[in-house]
């Protein structure tokens, strides 16, 4: 009988803990004003722990989303891996080719880079560093890819010829593609910053930038549009992929874990000193 109270009253407890879970993010779900200095910002909390983070910045209108949840009495976000992603890929088919693969890209605004690319086992590289928005045409003999690697971030040992992986990235390319088109996330930097931002829980308010904001109601329409653009992808990188032939497609990439060092040889060959390994 006390075994039987004992479970009753277990039971009790977990129910309550769970009704004030669900209060609790019931509780926060609308809109939070975090505008400063003429920078308009607002962070929506929507049902299923979706979120939905846009700001201004230069006059450009830029959109985070992804997951929220509750813990130690803080809001956190979690973009879509997409978000995060220094660059995005393309890939297409140019039958003008002859058995050759032509990689296109625009190195990052603030950052003099270096990619490496790795053509099923070979890796190649643009044979010079590039200036902030210079554009990169790379060519190499292959007549076919089954799979891709990028090295999107790489830092080199001093004034030696090794790279060292800062950030790696592969895909499976479908049969016949040969035109890549990179393109790089101009919003990184902003959505990351995003990512690492916590919100301090008070009452149905939340604290940003030692700021108490008010939380304002959203009506079910809005809650209904920003849902949909949130699981239509918002819209990514739109506006490259409007200006690009019909037969182009988005490639998903895969972050690795492996930190891969490079070594790059005076013929311009390069040397992979140690194995990827995929994090999924």
């Not at 992603?85 to 003008?96: K, V």
């Not at 479908?174 to 996330?185: D, I």
């Not at 904001?213 to 699981?231: A, C, G, M, V, Y």
Request: net charge negative; with cysteine.
């Amino acid at each position: 009988m006390k075994y039987i109270i004992a479970l009753c009253i277990l039971c009790l407890y977990a129910s309550c803990a769970e009704q004030i879970k669900i209060k609790e993010k019931t509780f926060i779900r609308g809109i939070y004003d975090l505008s400063e200095k003429e920078v308009p910002t607002k962070l929506a909390l929507l049902d299923n722990n979706l979120f939905h983070y846009y700001t201004s910045q230069d006059s450009v209108d830029v959109h985070v989303y992804g997951d929220y949840s509750i813990k130690d009495n803080e809001v956190r976000l979690y973009p879509e891996k997409e978000l995060l992603q220094p660059y995005i890929l393309f890939a297409g088919n140019n039958e003008e080719l002859n058995d050759s693969i032509v990689f296109d890209y625009t190195s990052s605004k603030n950052r003099s880079e270096k990619l490496f690319f790795k053509v099923d086992d070979e890796w190649v590289t643009n044979p010079v560093y590039t200036d902030s928005l210079e554009d990169v045409f790379l060519k190499h003999k292959k007549s076919g890819v089954k799979s891709i690697a990028i090295n999107l971030m790489s830092k080199q040992e001093g004034e030696t010829a090794v790279f060292n992986t800062l950030e790696m990235y592969s895909g499976v390319i479908p049969e016949g593609y040969n035109n890549f088109l990179l393109s790089y996330n101009y919003h990184y930097d902003i959505r990351k910053r995003v990512a690492q931002q916590r919100f301090q829980l008070k009452g149905t308010s939340i604290i940003f930038k030692e700021k108490e904001r008010i939380q304002d109601p959203i009506s079910e329409k809005d809650k209904k549009i920003l849902t949909k653009f949130i699981n239509e992808g918002g819209g990514l990188f739109s506006d490259i992929t409007e200006v690009l032939s019909y037969d182009f497609q988005e490639i998903k990439l895969y972050k690795e874990e492996s930190k891969i060092k490079f070594r790059l040889l005076k013929n311009g060959e390069v040397r992979e000193e140690t194995a990827l390994k995929t994090l999924q």
